[in-house]
Each structure stands twice: as structure tokens, then as C-alpha cells.
């Protein structure tokens, strides 16, 4: 077993050094835009959870999926050879929503600062009146 900081470490340089080969290295173009959001590493460093997410949003996840599941030993050996470890852990691949529900969050927020910038009917009538 490794500690947390040790297997934060790990799945940061997994993070990193995946990035770099879903950039520069994979020529498959159900990956391109594909973004690594985070990695997490089981205490026994026998699974590496993946999340992704892309600029397209999940209209394109199960395309995105089927590419990584696909690449998967290509990934891991290539991962295998970047970061020195005894074992290297499998990779499970899972669809990231956050970077959606942010943007979501995002348009809600700059629509009510809109609505509180635009003045009221309401508000226009009464200053009228007086």
C-alpha cells in the first residue's frame, strides 16, 4: 500500500504524461479534444480511474470511451515505459460531467447578472410616474 500523498503524486504524473500522449501521440480521431480532468489511484496502485471529458460535451462520451477502451493496452504500455513502477495499474476510463455542469452554472449566472442589470417595466413606470 501506498500513502495518499505518495498515490496523489502517482496519479498526477499519470495525469500529466496521459495528457501528453492523448496530445502528440494517438493518431485516433475519436480522441481528439479529449481532455484528462482527473486520476485516481486505488492505495494498492492496481487501478488508475480515469476521467475525460471534451469541448463537444457528452454528445460525444460513449465515442470518446469506446477510443480510450480501445487504446487502453497502447495507453498502459506506453504510461508503463513514462512512469517507473513495479506494476503499472490498469486503466478504467469514466465520462467527467463537471466541466458541463460548470459551464451550465456559468450561462445561469451571467443571465441573472443580466436580468439585474436590465431595468424592470415595473421599475420604469413608477419613475415615470413620480
Do not use: C
Not at 10 to 18: K, T
Amino acid at each position: 500500500m501506498v500513502s495518499k500523498l505518495r498515490g496523489q503524486k502517482i496519479a498526477d504524473r499519470i495525469r500529466q504524461d496521459l495528457s501528453e500522449i492523448l496530445l502528440f501521440e494517438i493518431s485516433d480521431p475519436r480522441l481528439n479534444g479529449v481532455n484528462v480532468t482527473d486520476i485516481t489511484v486505488d492505495r494498492e496502485l492496481t487501478i488508475a480511474d480515469v476521467y475525460v471529458s471534451a469541448i463537444e460535451g457528452s454528445i460525444r462520451s460513449e465515442e470518446i470511451l469506446a477510443g480510450l477502451n480501445h487504446a487502453r493496452g497502447f495507453l498502459r504500455r506506453q504510461l508503463a515505459a513514462r512512469v517507473k513502477l513495479r506494476t503499472f495499474p490498469q486503466l478504467r476510463f469514466h465520462w467527467d460531467p463537471t466541466p458541463e455542469k460548470a459551464d451550465h452554472m456559468e450561462k445561469l449566472f451571467a443571465r441573472l447578472r443580466e436580468e439585474q442589470d436590465t431595468p424592470s417595466k415595473a421599475d420604469d413606470q413608477t419613475k415615470d410616474e413620480e
